[in-house]
């Protein structure tokens, strides 16, 4: 089992089990073994927080009707770490469940590629925005949208434009 906390300050206990894929399946429509299988979920989940967060309500929903959390206030309590706890509760927890060591053992290096991935490639913005690269494509973008513009190409305003 393995726990996060919402932006409301509220813990939830994640734990996968089949009666929490089932319930996930019917309320969501998503069969959360696809990650196992090999489907594209995993990277729907690491791109799409309202699917994730959808998923992750459907999992500790017992909990939240227990709190008399409605599936919109768990929602709004869900951004920032608050998601990243969640996503990361869940994709252990995830492969905690799978019923074959090596498919474990599968996940969890899939789940750590995909983590260092996701590391290098905000260490690759992070590089471009503290060398300025950012700044210069922007500007670059900007002195081309503005110099392809000419005052005479401006519509008149209405203001100027004699009555017909």
Known sequence: MRTFKDNAGNEWTVEIT???????????????????????LL????????LLCDIIYALVKPQADEKRISDEAFG??????????ATAALLDELVAFCPSPRDRANLGRVLLVVRRAMDQARDVVEAKIAGGEIERIVEAALSTVTSGNSSGAAPASSASTPPA
């Open 18 to 40: 089949v009666s929490a894929l089932k319930r996930i399946r019917s309320l969501t429509g998503t069969d959360l073994l696809e990650v196992i299988s090999g489907g594209d």
């Open 43 to 50: 990277e729907r989940l690491m791109c799409d927080p309202v």
């Open 76 to 85: 709004a309590g869900m951004a920032g770490d608050a998601i990243d706890a």
